[in-house]
């Protein structure tokens, strides 16, 4: 089963950027979905964005759209969460998954459909 390391967590002051990344362990990595979700501090984990196998087709969650880009180099097994103007609400563990069926239905966000979750990579952002 793949497994993901997910990388390129900081600090950072709002208004300013981070780019997240998320590495498969094994070339199979093309046959998965990817999602990136978060988890603040005494909050219930959230769906943040998803590509797919290709790339071509992505979901935005509304309150990081036009901020948060999801991307995926398959030659290099990795997915990349571009995070743009960040605010101290982004604050989380940020979290990659990956998804075999269920992309293109309407419960593509929902965590329970992900598996071989990462470690996590903090994000703190300072007002």
């Known amino acids: 089963q793949v497994q993901f390391l997910e990388s390129g967590g900081g600090s950072v002051q709002a208004g300013g950027s981070l780019r997240l990344s998320c590495a498969a362990s094994?070339?199979?990595?093309?046959?998965?979905?990817v999602g990136w979700f978060r988890q603040a501090p005494g909050k219930e984990r959230e769906f943040v964005a998803a590509?797919?196998?290709?790339?071509?087709?992505?979901y935005t969650q509304d309150s990081v759209k036009g901020r948060f880009t999801i991307s995926r180099d398959n030659a290099k097994n990795t997915a990349f969460l571009q995070m743009n103007l960040v605010e101290p609400d982004d604050t989380a563990v940020y979290y990659c998954a990956a998804l075999t069926r269920g992309f293109y239905s309407p419960t593509y966000y929902s965590g329970y459909q992900y598996y071989s979750w990462g470690q996590g990579t903090q994000v703190t952002v300072s007002s």
């Open positions: 590509v797919s196998r290709s790339g071509a087709d992505t």
């Open positions: 094994e070339s199979t990595f093309r046959s998965y979905a």
